[in-house]
């Protein structure tokens, strides 16, 4: 018998992806069976999966919340912005099309039965689903084909738990003001209400709880605190990107107006001898960083025009005249080439542009994606890296006879005569301890030893012990229903 239950939020960003990692790993610690699924996510933060697609990178970290390997079925459908009015569509893992923000949704309510089937397959020996909504369900001018919240707790029959996010205040009224502007068939599907990012003394809002109990008839099901190590596991959404103060090592990160993949920041964040510093847009990149990192992008010619507007070329210049490193990875390798041709329009109109010329590289965009799994070692040193790749196009030309990984044999990635401009399409590098220990000392620090892979698994079980503090789990649970 599996049950589900579904986590909403009142508003974005209100920590639903968070809260189901850690209920799925309290649940795991309870000895259940927990598999999490969203139906339908928006993110430029992907994650391969085992089955050869792509999924969002919180399900991901869910999955391994669960002690599972993420697959496709738990992300079904995932959007991935390119412009301000356009997504790639992500449907069972591989591209489905490109389409503007109107088209989409004129088609969304299509995707419903893919999105019931993953859901279905789900099912398969877990005693848990923990479904995790998108946006809030308030915005009920969507409602007509929703596949991402009440539409899918409607069609699945899965009862839903709602989230406020107290930090940002107004908690009462985004509860109680999602009760009222809701349909009765939608209200009917939200069983308790749980408040997120408490600061001080839970006990100042007990009033507010009954309040909001009262008024909606709702089981009340805890005040969670502020959760301090948050940043400590992979965030998903853009926004949640921040500079982390540590050490004498600085690393200036331009953010990207379609930044991707950024989860390849995290482990340096861990390191106390690591500052990374998020350069805003209108910011110059600091002349005292010691590493220039660019990261991945979804579009890739939009954000090398974005990242000259902002002067940066011109800083990323003075930075190697002063002899400062630079580490381009995907889109940011891309962009550190001679040019970047986009022949067939891929990632926007057809064009081909001048690149940031650090690199002897071209890159030509293709329609094949590359989505996979890779094992890898630094050629130097032998260093294994588990990492992964998820890029459209080729790159080649003369610096890449000078690689620096090894896949499976083949080489991958460039780097500058000198050695100091490099470039690959491989994420996660710095996941592996032992390249990011060796890099880190080639930046001139003696790095701390730790094992990042245990200090997340750390991390969920102090979420999933926060979570058993602070929210009534069994009532939480008792909610569930069976599918």
């Known amino acids: 018998m599996t049950k589900a239950l579904m986590i909403q939020g009142a508003g974005s960003n209100v920590g639903k992806s968070m809260l189901v990692a850690g209920i799925a790993?309290?649940?795991?610690?309870?000895?259940?069976?927990?598999a999490p699924f969203k139906p339908q996510n928006m993110s430029n933060n992907a994650a391969v999966t085992v089955d050869g697609g792509e999924i969002g990178r919180a399900q991901a970290l869910q999955a391994l919340a669960c002690g599972l390997d993420p697959i496709v079925d738990m992300n079904p459908v995932l959007l991935k912005p390119e412009t301000d009015l356009g997504a790639q569509v992500i449907v069972h893992g591989k591209r489905f099309a490109t389409m503007k923000a109107r088209d989409y949704g004129k088609m969304k309510a299509q995707l419903l039965p893919k999105v019931l089937e993953s859901f279905d397959r789900l099912k398969t020996n877990t005693d848990l689903i923990l479904v995790e909504?998108?946006?809030?369900p308030a915005e009920v001018n969507l409602r007509a084909g929703d596949i991402a919240n009440m539409g899918f707790a409607v069609a699945a029959g899965v009862p839903v738990v709602l989230?406020?996010?107290?930090?940002?205040g107004g908690v009462i009224a985004q509860l109680v003001g999602t009760d009222v502007?809701?349909?009765?068939?939608?209200?009917?599907m939200i069983k308790g209400f749980a408040i997120n990012k408490f600061r001080g003394d839970p006990r100042l809002f007990d009033s507010g709880m009954t309040i909001i109990a009262e008024k909606t008839g709702w089981v009340p099901l805890g005040i969670l605190p502020w959760f301090d190590d948050a940043w400590r596991l992979p965030a998903e959404d853009v926004m949640d990107i921040a500079s982390r103060p540590g050490g004498q090592i600085k690393i200036a990160v331009p953010r990207l107006n379609r930044i991707a993949n950024f989860d390849d920041l995290d482990p340096l964040s861990a390191m106390p001898e690591v500052t990374v510093d998020i350069i805003e847009a209108g910011r110059p990149l600091p002349g005292d960083a010691d590493l220039i990192l660019i990261p991945g992008s979804?579009?890739?010619i939009a954000d090398l025009a974005h990242f000259r507007a902002q002067g940066w070329d011109i800083d990323l210049m003075a930075h190697v005249r002063r002899g400062g490193r630079v580490l381009g990875i995907c889109g940011g390798y891309q962009m550190l080439g001679k040019t970047i041709a986009d022949p067939d329009g891929i990632e926007g109109p057809p064009s081909k542009v001048e690149a940031l010329g650090l690199l002897n590289v071209d890159t030509l965009m293709t329609p094949q994606k590359r989505?996979?799994?890779?094992?890898?070692?630094l050629i130097a040193t032998g260093t294994p890296v588990k990492g992964y790749e998820i890029h459209l196009g080729t790159t080649k030309g003369p610096d890449c006879e000078r690689a620096w990984l090894s896949i499976d044999g083949r080489a991958e990635g460039a780097a500058s005569s000198d050695g100091r401009v490099q470039g690959c399409y491989l994420h996660g590098l710095f996941a592996a301890d032992g390249f990011r220990q060796h890099f880190i000392k080639t930046l001139g620090a003696t790095p701390t030893s730790f094992d990042y892979a245990s200090s997340l698994e750390n991390t969920l079980d102090a979420l999933a012990q926060h979570l058993e503090t602070h929210c009534n789990l069994d009532a939480l649970l008792g909610l569930a229903q069976e599918v």
């Open 25 to 34: 790993r309290a649940c795991v610690r309870r000895g259940l069976s927990v």
């Open 133 to 136: 909504g998108a946006g809030s």
């Open 298 to 300: 979804k579009s890739t």
């Open 371 to 377: 989505l996979t799994l890779s094992d890898a070692k």
């Open 181 to 188: 502007i809701l349909p009765d068939e939608d209200r009917a």
């Open 163 to 168: 989230i406020g996010d107290i930090d940002r």
